[in-house]
């Protein structure tokens, strides 16, 4: 089975996948990558208000194969203030 390696991309921090993971194939690699990117951009949201998650899913000798981005934009209208009840 080949073995594929997820390098993550958060905002400005880089995080390198120095063991890798085997997969029967690319696509359930990518669904890996899915899955993960979206995990990482969920954990994020209370600290960011816009996370960029990235990851690279690459081979053993570092060719890359995809790259896979899960962005979050929350677009606040300047006039929507909630109201609060007293």
């Known amino acids: ?3 594929f390696y997820f390098d993550v991309h958060e905002g400005s921090r ?6 890798g993971m085997e ?4 696509r ?3 669904h ?15 600290q960011q208000e816009a ?4 990851i690279a899913v690459r081979t053993e000798p570092g060719q ?3 790259t ?11 006039t929507a203030m909630p109201h609060s009840r007293a």
């Not at 880089?14 to 063991?19: H, I, K, L, M, T």
């Not at 890996?32 to 209370?46: F, T, Y």
């Open 1 to 3: 089975m080949p073995r």
């Open 14 to 19: 880089f995080a390198p996948d120095p063991e």
């Open 23 to 26: 997969f029967p194939d690319l």
């Open 32 to 46: 890996q990558a899915a899955m993960a990117a979206a995990g990482l951009a969920h954990d994020l949201l209370p």
């Open 68 to 78: 896979l981005r899960v962005a979050l934009e929350v677009d606040r209208e300047p």
């Open 64 to 66: 890359r194969l995809l």
């Open 51 to 54: 996370p960029v998650v990235a």
């Open 28 to 30: 359930a690699a990518e």
